[in-house]
């Protein structure tokens, strides 16, 4: 097993979010959906940092957030230590994602990414691997910001 992908989206991401559920347990991982369900009002700051200390706690491998755009939950997420979130619109941001950053969090835009894109941009960041080597010096770099 892959190990877990934890998801979460506010209320104007939820469509997507369960097709990235759908994507994640296809691609074998274990699955952990923090809502909201359909109907359901919900905060993306709320999302991200539910999200985020899941991930940076070690409890999930992956996260997975959906807002309207993926820009708001994006910037809210990349406020927890020990993240870094990706805003991906297509696939081969998901694989430089991976590959250059080592992104622990896929963000997405509903509004702006549908539903084929947005399972395509899954697979692609979750079948990703963290290149190293001269990427790995950059990443520390980004760490060291957090203080």
Same mark, same amino acid.
């Given at each position: 097993?892959?190990?877990?992908?934890?998801?979460?989206?506010?209320?104007? @991401?939820?469509?997507?979010?369960?097709?990235?559920?759908?994507?994640?347990? &296809?691609?074998?991982?274990?699955?952990?959906?923090? @809502?909201?369900?359909? @109907? &359901?009002?919900?905060?993306?700051?709320?999302?991200?940092?539910?999200?985020?200390?899941?991930?940076?706690?070690?409890?999930?491998?992956?996260?997975?957030?959906?807002?309207?755009?993926?820009?708001?939950?994006?910037?809210?997420?990349?406020?927890?230590?020990?993240?870094?979130?990706?805003?991906?619109?297509?696939?081969? &941001?998901?694989?430089?994602?991976?590959?250059?950053?080592?992104?622990?969090?896929?963000?997405?835009?509903?509004?702006?990414?549908?539903?084929?894109? @947005?399972?395509?941009?899954?697979?692609?960041?979750?079948?990703?691997?963290?290149?190293?080597?001269?990427?790995?010096?950059?990443?520390?770099?980004?760490?060291?910001?957090?203080?």
């Amino acid at each position: 097993m892959p190990g877990a992908v934890l998801l979460g989206s506010d209320h104007a @991401g939820i469509q997507l979010r369960l097709v990235a559920a759908r994507a994640a347990a &296809e691609a074998g991982f274990a699955v952990e959906d923090v @809502g909201p369900a359909v @109907g &359901e009002r919900a905060e993306y700051p709320d999302q991200a940092q539910r999200v985020g200390e899941a991930v940076a706690a070690g409890r999930a491998r992956f996260g997975i957030l959906v807002c309207g755009t993926g820009i708001g939950i994006s910037i809210a997420a990349n406020k927890v230590k020990g993240i870094r979130a990706a805003h991906c619109t297509t696939e081969y &941001e998901a694989r430089m994602a991976r590959a250059h950053n080592d992104a622990n969090v896929l963000c997405m835009g509903e509004r702006v990414v549908g539903a084929g894109l @947005g399972e395509a941009i899954v697979r692609a960041f979750l079948a990703g691997v963290f290149e190293g080597g001269r990427h790995a010096d950059r990443v520390a770099r980004i760490t060291a910001l957090e203080g």
